[in-house]
């Protein structure tokens, strides 16, 4: 079988080398796996401590190979997307300009098989916008990443981001809303990261969305492409308690209007959760993702498999839907583009 991994994490090793040079939060430094923990702020007792597969795409795609199937993959950021607003401006839009350019690199090498998508860092309008613009239209990328913060501010929902999802929804380009490390860790601490990793960056991720519905962000820009990580957080599960509870925003429609017209994918380990997704999005508005290194895709196949999904259904879930959504290309065009 032909899938297409929707969520993939691979992370380019130079950006990490760069921040151990750093002295002050945040940082990163070397760690006793041969790679890297990083730190984002004092205080809370949370820090990535990342192995050895979130940097290879080689061995990535021979782990993908051993599945049975034919994976292509879609490179997003993940909980790291927060690190390049939290860092001075100049120095953030230096590194998201290389992370972007490692991106690039990558398409070129695995031309059809890995699509990679931008870092933007969003400490001011103008160095997000010409991120933006020098993403797409010098290096090609297929869509960006919006963190869950900016740095430590929740507010993803300001008046100095519309132009941002304006620009992104006149290019139809998907945005993999993820979230960070950088607001619920303070009051979910302790247990070695436990509870901040179970409930602190579900919660963060579904605050951020229904920050983009209630500010009206998702009313302005109709076209606008949010792809909800993790299933869609605890959105489709309260879909009922957001309607009752956001009439004060004076929005329109009801809230769950505005969710249903987000994409998420198949990102929780346990297959009622798939099913609800899907019940509650629809099927064509979910895509196969396992979250890869932190999930073992062979997991989120055998998941899968206990839905019961029709043919038809499959196909949309394990390679039509990418393909549609996210815009990729055919692996003829794109090698076409890369000669």
């Known amino acids: 079988m032909h899938i297409i991994d929707s969520h ?30 990083c730190v984002l702020q004092d205080g809370p007792d949370y820090v990535m401590n990342l192995w050895p ?25 993940g909980p790291f997307s927060v690190y390049f607003s939290a860092l001075p401006e100049a120095e953030g839009r230096d ?10 690199a990558a398409q070129r090498r695995y031309p059809g098989r890995f699509w990679g998508s931008a870092a933007i860092p969003f400490q ?11 993403a797409i239209n010098r290096l090609g990328l297929m869509g960006v990443n ?15 981001m519309q132009s941002f999802y304006a620009r992104c929804a006149e290019l139809d380009l998907p945005i993999f809303l993820h979230p960070t490390d950088a607001v619920f860790n303070h009051m979910l601490d302790g247990y070695n990261g436990a509870l901040h990793l ?18 009206g962000t998702m009313e302005r820009h109709p076209n606008l492409k949010i792809v909800m990580s993790h ?8 879909s009922g308690r957001m309607d009752k509870n956001t009439r004060a925003a004076q929005l329109p429609r009801p809230a769950s209007e505005y969710i249903r017209r987000m994409y998420t994918d198949t990102v ?7 099913r609800f997704a899907i019940d509650y999005y629809g099927i064509d508005r979910v895509m196969y993702g396992t979250d890869y290194p932190c999930w073992d895709p062979s997991a989120c196949l055998r998941f899968i498999e206990e839905l019961q999904l029709s043919e038809a259904d499959q196909a949309k879930l394990f390679r039509d839907n990418a393909r549609r959504i996210l815009n990729l290309k055919s692996p003829a065009s794109a090698q076409a583009a890369a000669e």
Request: with cysteine.
């Open 8 to 37: 993939f994490h691979w992370w380019p090793r130079p950006i990490f080398e760069a921040l151990c040079k750093r002295t002050s939060v945040p940082l990163a430094k070397p760690n006793d796996k041969g790679c890297y923990t």
């Open 53 to 77: 597969e979130w940097f290879d795409l080689d061995d990535q795609f021979a782990h993908m190979d051993k599945l049975g199937h034919q994976v292509d993959a879609v490179g997003s950021i």
């Open 95 to 104: 590194l998201a300009i290389q992370w972007n350019e490692e991106m690039a």
């Open 124 to 134: 001011s309008e103008k160095v997000a916008m010409d991120v933006l613009d020098d």
């Open 146 to 160: 919006l963190p869950g913060s900016i740095g430590a501010d929740p507010r993803i929902d300001q008046d100095r």
């Open 198 to 215: 179970s409930l602190g960056r579900v919660m963060e991720v579904s605050v951020a969305a229904m920050r983009l519905v209630l500010s």
């Open 231 to 238: 299933t869609g957080g605890a959105l489709p599960y309260q």
């Open 268 to 274: 929780t380990p346990h297959s009622a959760g798939m």
